[in-house]
Antibody, heavy 120, light 110 residues
Framework: QLQLQESGPGLVKPSETLSLTCTVSGGSISSSSYYWGWIRQPPGKGLEWIGYIYYSGGTYYNPSLKSRVTISVDTSKNQFSLKLSSVTAADTAVYYC????????????WGQGTLVTVSS | QSALTQPASVSGSPGQSITISCTGT?????????VSWYQHHPGKAPKLMIY???KRPSGFSNHFSGSKSGNTASLTISGLQAEDEADYYC??????????FGTGTKVTVL
């Protein structure tokens, strides 16, 4: 069974770039069955889809975040990453990585999430 | 792309049935039969409960069921149990390979 684990700094300064990595175990990130995605939850608010990537590099982003988001994949490390530039306090959230399956249009496996706080 | 609208909270007694609504637009929920539902116990990873509107992942309890009418999808929990107390989120395909989540519903078992 796939397991996903987020990692990265828990504190980022305003205007800087948030960088997170998701390590995949129990399966290959090069699997044709999955896309690899990021979802976040600001404190006290609902979930927000950020985007996802296919192992070969195709990316899809939330239009509201598209200008600031980059998702990339490192098949050699079985990892994929999220970069969010020019962050503000509004980007403070728990960030989850998850698998996305096109066949069911759903997010099947999720990491536990990691809290990122934007503050000086 | 606006968040799908869910009631903030729903409650019920053990054994009762409750229904959580998820209202979108004719561009997402109403246009595609691609609504999924997630159970989220705070501090844990969200769990997929329903996909494609009404299908359950294999091995999952059948006391969760999904449906859709027009621009509104619904999740019904039959025979409410204490462990069903959690936050629930709907999610819909919104076209052009994008997705939108609901505002979330806190389910309380009385």
């Amino acid at each position: 069974q796939l397991q996903l684990q987020e990692s990265g700094p828990g504190l980022v300064k305003p205007s800087e770039t948030l960088s997170l990595t998701c390590t995949v175990s129990g399966g290959s990130i090069s699997s044709s069955s999955y896309y690899w995605g990021w979802i976040r939850q600001p404190p006290g608010k609902g979930l927000e889809w950020i985007g996802y990537i296919y192992y070969s590099g195709g990316t899809y982003y939330n239009p509201s975040l598209k200008s600031r988001v980059t998702i990339s994949v490192d098949t050699s490390k079985n990892q994929f990453s999220l970069k969010l530039s020019s962050v503000t306090a509004a980007d403070t959230a728990v960030y989850y990585c998850a698998t996305y399956i096109t066949a069911t249009a759903s997010f099947d496996y999720w990491g536990q999430g990691t809290l990122v706080t934007v503050s000086s | 792309q606006s968040a799908l609208t869910q009631p903030a909270s729903v409650s019920g007694s053990p054994g009762q049935s409750i229904t959580i609504s998820c209202t979108g637009t004719s561009s997402d929920v109403g246009k595609y039969n691609l609504v999924s539902w997630y159970q989220h116990h705070p501090g844990k990873a969200p769990k997929l409960m329903i996909y494609e509107g009404s299908k359950r992942p294999s091995g999952f309890s059948n006391h969760f069921s999904g449906s859709k009418s027009g621009n509104t999808a619904s999740l019904t929990i039959s025979g409410l149990q204490a462990e069903d107390e959690a936050d629930y989120y709907c999610c819909s395909y919104a076209g052009s390979s994008t997705y939108v989540f609901g505002t979330g519903t806190k389910v309380t078992v009385l």
